[in-house]
């Protein structure tokens, strides 16, 4: 059974730094892209970036390149986003998502990350 | 960047039709792909490929696409489609996904 199994909640603080994790099992997790998807409070989805895991390439939404890094790790299974210097404007419930094999669809979902930033 | 634009909200009487466009410049020369988001859930793929169905995801959910809009349509709602949905393409110029806005789903 395919699982992406994302990590907890975060408060953090104006200007903070932040990663969050979402951990791949049930499949070869070298073998798909996995992605990222932002929704903000009351909001739609965004679709920010992906990573292939196997060789670490990616591919950002210009409107998130910059923001945010994307990276993982094969012995782990596990991809991360992470922020050099939360805003509040970064409040949101982050998604991983598996990329189906030769489409561009998100085929597997986790179950979303919590992220608030406040004073 | 490429833009898809779905209406805000569909209403519709539970046993009948809903339709829910994504409009797109030539969207019928891309690959649309749908999901249902329903409240405090993470989304669920329900169509992709244009017509294609994940298993598990009944055939009263189907979809089409030409021209300058895709369509997914739902036959015989059920309360339990009330959700909102999405649609989604690849941009190949900018070599990026695309959401639409979304479109909130109302059973009657």
């Known amino acids: 059974e395919v699982q992406l199994v994302q990590s907890g909640a975060e408060v953090k603080g104006p200007g903070e730094s932040l990663k969050i994790s979402c951990k791949g099992s049930g499949y070869t997790f070298t073998s798909n892209w996995i992605g990222w998807v932002r929704q903000m409070p009351g909001k739609g989805l965004e679709w920010m970036g992906i990573?292939?895991?196997?060789?670490?390439?990616?591919r950002y939404n210009p409107s998130f390149q910059g923001q945010v890094t994307i990276s993982a790790d094969k012995s782990t299974s596990t991809a991360y986003l992470q922020w050099g210097s939360l805003k509040a404007s970064d409040t949101a419930i982050y998604y991983c998502?598996?990329?189906?094999?030769?489409?561009?669809?998100?085929?597997?979902w986790g179950q979303g990350s919590l992220v608030a930033v406040s004073s | 960047s490429y833009v898809l634009t779905q209406p805000p909200s569909v209403s519709v009487a539970p046993g009948q039709t809903a339709k829910i466009t994504c409009g797109g410049n030539n969207i019928g020369s891309k690959r649309v792909h749908w999901y249902q988001q329903r409240p405090g859930q993470a989304p669920l793929l329900v169509v992709y490929?244009?017509?294609d169905r994940p298993s598990g995801i009944p055939e009263r959910f189907s979809g089409s696409n030409s021209g300058n809009t895709a369509t997914l349509t739902i036959s015989r709602v059920e309360a339990g489609d009330e959700a909102d949905y999405y649609c989604q393409v690849w941009d190949v110029n900018s070599d990026h996904g695309v959401f639409g806005g979304g479109t909130k789903l109302t059973v009657l």
């Open positions: 990573i292939y895991p196997s060789d670490s390439d990616i």
């Open positions: 998502a598996r990329g189906a094999s030769g489409s561009s669809y998100f085929d597997f």
């Open positions: 490929d244009d017509t």
